[in-house]
């Protein structure tokens, strides 16, 4: 194989790397926390005001939503999140959705356009999305009452029906 060829080759590679990331879909996209670890506690600010934390949702049954307003399958996923949201969180059910490195401003218009009703959080310097190992958009967590994950999805969009066969198990 040419010197040139090679090269080219490593270029596209890169580039698929860099796209399927962005999409949300990363070949081995790993997270740093696990299925059966206890979900590590985490501060950030709330788009309604104040500061809220993971532990605040102790003893509900958490979907931890990591996601981004530019993010096509994150797109698509909030209408169904809301609805289940709506559906089961007088069960103990919450969503927190975490917008990673994006301002309060375009975050808020975003959930005007959705009419999100659960609790978003804004991680403008992505220390949590660091810290839970977050390589591509959507990133899912599900968490027990207990603050166990119980599943991590990486990438989307997640279906209402998929949530509801996640979480419901754990509200029981």
Not at 98 to 123: A, I, K, M
Not at 138 to 149: A, C, K, L, R, S
Request: charged share 25%.
């Amino acid at each position: 194989m040419s010197a040139s060829l090679a090269r080219w080759l490593r270029r596209g590679l890169l580039a698929l790397v860099v796209v399927a990331s962005l999409a949300g879909c990363a070949p081995d996209a790993r997270v740093g926390t696990q299925k059966g670890e206890v979900a590590p506690d985490f501060s950030l600010p709330a788009l309604e005001g104040g500061e809220k934390s993971l532990r605040d949702y102790r003893g509900r049954v958490v979907l931890l939503n990591f996601w981004a307003t530019w993010c096509g399958p994150c797109r698509a996923e909030m209408p169904d999140m809301q609805a289940v949201y709506e559906e089961l969180s007088g069960r103990g059910f919450v969503v927190v959705a975490v917008n990673g490195g994006e301002g309060r401003d375009r975050v808020q218009s975003f959930v005007e356009e959705f009419g999100l009703t659960f609790p978003v959080l804004v991680d403008e310097e992505r220390g949590v999305l660091r810290q839970y190992g977050v390589r591509g958009f959507p990133t899912t967590f599900v968490i027990d009452g207990d603050g166990v994950i119980h599943q991590v999805i990486v990438g989307g969009p997640l279906p209402g029906s998929a949530v509801r066969r996640l979480v419901e198990p754990l509200l029981e």
